[in-house]
């Protein structure tokens, strides 16, 4: 059986072989962060079904292709569409395409999101800019890693997320009139949503948001050396909060009614990134 290392060279390999390519950035589209494709360059697409050892995005909201496109004077490879934990996969496998962004030569992750809110002042369609996270996945997508192929697995997360991206994403917000939180997110197995009782919990805990991945691509991309920016959109509030049972369509709405004003700041803070 080919060792993660390899996979993820095969997969890069197959990538180049289409065509030279090396991102600066690689960015994870979640629910409602779609519409990033309407203001960079798109060079070529790839189909997740076309690229060897890559999963499948089978949740509604997701794409479920590859994306090498420029915008202003980077270069990005984009993942339109993400994989998680509850499909069935690992989190090695969720996360094996940050191990080939890395291997193409990419030095930052832009991971987006959509999260419910904990905190009882959040609304729907406000911005989370995410400082810190609880891994409650009861796993870890280092998990079995010993060769130290992609780096140490005894991973320092004390400064996960990069201050100063943080700070570029809340002026970038501030300036297009988003209501933009600083804050801590849960990554919870899913996919039921959580009962109030454990987004009281999770409050006490200290999180400000609750979602179902990203975590586990963080944890990567730091063991990686990847600077990182983490952002959600929170599309509800948590069970409890809410006056009305959740669902995925609620999500789906308000993400795509916040997609354009959402990939308009995504696209802005992309602009003036420095890698």
Request: aromatic share 8%; proline share 4%; glycine share 10%.
């Amino acid at each position: 059986m080919a060792s993660l290392k390899n996979q993820a060279q095969a997969t890069a390999d197959f990538i180049q072989a289409q065509g030279s390519f090396a991102p600066d950035l690689v960015v994870v589209l979640g629910s409602g962060w779609g519409g990033l494709v309407e203001y960079i360059t798109i060079e070529r697409m790839f189909p997740y079904r076309s690229i060897p050892h890559f999963p499948q995005a089978t949740v509604a909201g997701h794409g479920n292709q590859l994306i090498l496109a420029k915008h202003e004077n980077k270069s990005l490879m984009i993942l339109s569409g993400r994989f998680h934990f509850y499909e069935g996969y690992s989190l090695a496998e969720t996360t094996f395409p940050l191990r080939v962004a890395h291997l193409l030569g990419a030095k930052g992750l832009i991971t987006t999101n959509a999260a419910g809110g904990v905190q009882t002042h959040f609304r729907a369609g406000d911005l989370m800019i995410i400082t810190d996270h609880l891994n409650l996945l009861v796993d870890n997508p280092l998990r079995g890693m010993s060769g130290g192929e992609f780096g140490s697995r005894f991973v320092d997360l004390v400064a996960a997320y990069d201050s100063e991206w943080q700070d570029l994403a809340q002026v970038t917000a501030q300036a297009l009139g988003l209501t933009c939180h600083r804050g801590v997110y849960a990554a919870v197995p899913g996919p039921n949503y959580e009962t109030p009782a454990e987004i009281r919990m999770l409050r006490g805990l200290g999180a400000d948001a609750v979602g179902m991945s990203t975590v586990p691509e963080v944890i990567v991309a730091r063991q990686m050396g990847m600077r990182v920016l983490a952002l959600s959109c929170i599309t509800n509030l948590g069970a409890g909060i809410a006056n009305h049972p959740l669902n995925h369509e609620e999500v789906l709405t308000v993400g795509q009614t916040m997609q354009q004003s959402f990939s308009l700041f995504l696209g802005t803070v992309l602009a003036k990134m420095a890698t």
